[in-house]
């Protein structure tokens, strides 16, 4: 199947810094989406973003399809953006399972 | 109040028994999927249903059994085949197989 791998495993930011999380995949992709775990096990959608660019407020994601990439960039990082920040993507080849990263944990300092 | 719901948040288990995990949607959703998370990891498929009454085996399907018989309800079984279920159970829904997922808030199972 398809493999993800997510850089770097674990993040630690000061308030007010800015961040870029990359997300790596072995395959082409249909479906490619951002989510942001909470300390209560909660999955946010950040962004469904198979191709492009896309920015939500300080959020912005770009995959590069292509060449098999995603890039999430976390700006002016706040406490609230603590938590684990996942990759996942369904396979063109695949019937539809969408495939998770191991997740990178951002932990941000005030 | 539109969402997915799914309960109970904690659940506690003997072993040798079977349980069952409750999901529902009301977003008139067609997809619908079991996920399991262990600590420090990533989530993985366990099943996945693209429409009532039919449902597909994911990548960890042994020990775990699904129904669809109804558009807003999707349960989870955890028999007592399942060799190590403590884990953390996600329900997600979508439109369609190929549209964003969308995720319940989890239940918690603990074998005791």
């Known amino acids: 199947g398809i493999q993800v791998e997510q850089s770097p495993p674990d993040l630690i930011l000061q308030e007010g810094a800015n961040s870029t999380l990359r997300c790596n995949f072995s395959d082409s992709v249909n479906n490619l989406q951002w989510f942001h775990q909470n300390p209560w096990g909660q999955l946010i959608n950040l962004f469904y973003i198979p191709s492009g660019t896309k920015q939500n407020g300080r959020l912005s994601a770009t995959t590069v399809a292509t060449e098999r990439y995603s890039l999430l960039y976390i700006s002016s990082s706040q406490t609230t953006d603590s938590g684990v920040y996942f990759c996942a993507v369904t396979s063109m080849n695949n019937d539809y399972k969408l495939s998770f990263g191991a997740g990178t944990t951002v932990t941000v300092r005030a | 109040d539109g969402g997915i719901t799914q309960s109970p948040k904690y659940l506690f288990r003997k072993e040798g028994q079977n349980v069952t995990l409750s999901c529902e949607q009301n977003l008139n959703h067609d997809a ?29 399907a042994e020990g775990y059994s699904v129904s669809r018989e109804k558009k807003e309800s999707f349960p989870l079984t955890v028999t007592s085949a399942q060799k ?29």
Do not use: E, H
């Open chain 2, 32 to 60: 619908m999927y079991w996920y399991r998370q262990d600590p420090g990891q990533g989530l993985r498929l366990i099943y996945y249903s693209q429409i009532v009454n039919d449902f597909q085996k994911g990548d960890i």
């Open chain 2, 84 to 112: 190590n279920p403590t884990a953390f159970y996600l329900c997600a829904s979508s439109i369609w197989v190929t549209d964003t997922q969308y995720f319940g808030p989890g239940t918690r199972l603990t074998v005791l």
